[in-house]
Nanobody, 115 residues
Framework: QVQLVESGGGLVQPGGSLRLSCAASRSIGRPNDMAWYRRAPGRQRELVALITRGGSTNYLDSVKERFTISRDNVQNTVSLQMNSLQSEDTAVYYC?????????WGQGTQVTVSS
C-alpha cells in the first residue's frame, strides 16, 4: 500500500512557480512532522522544508522567501508552494512524514527548471 502519494511536479521556466502536494494514507495515522526533501543529480538528499503538527516550519536557507510549506491535519496532506524557481531547484522532490515512531517516504516527483 502506498502511504504517501505526491503530485504536482513538472517542467517550469526559471522564475516560474509550481505547487507540490502529498496525501498521506489514513493507515499511517496522524503524522507528527511532514516535510519535503529533494535530491539533485550528483548531490545528497537535503531537507527543503518541514512543518510540525502544530504548524512550526523550517526551511533550507536557499529556498526561504520563495517556498512555502503548509499542511491540512484533517485531510492528512502537505503542500509546497514554490515560487521564483531557479535551475538550482531542479531535483526529485520527496514527501516525508513520521508517525508513531515510523518514517514514510513518497515515491518522488521530478521538478525541472529550465528554459
Amino acid at each position: 500500500q502506498v502511504q504517501l502519494v505526491e503530485s504536482g511536479g513538472g517542467l517550469v521556466q526559471p522564475g516560474g512557480s509550481l505547487r507540490l502536494s502529498c496525501a498521506a494514507s489514513r493507515s499511517i495515522g496522524r503524522p507528527n512532522d511532514m516535510a519535503w526533501y529533494r535530491r539533485a543529480p550528483g548531490r545528497q538528499r537535503e531537507l527543503v522544508a518541514l512543518i510540525t503538527r502544530g504548524g512550526s516550519t523550517n526551511y533550507l536557507d536557499s529556498v526561504k522567501e520563495r517556498f512555502t510549506i503548509s499542511r491540512d491535519n484533517v485531510q492528512n496532506t502537505v503542500s509546497l508552494q514554490m515560487n521564483s524557481l531557479q535551475s538550482e531547484d531542479t531535483a526529485v522532490y520527496y514527501c516525508y512524514a513520521n508517525a508513531y515512531g515510523l518514517v514514510y517516504w513518497g515515491q518522488g516527483t521530478q521538478v525541472t527548471v529550465s528554459s
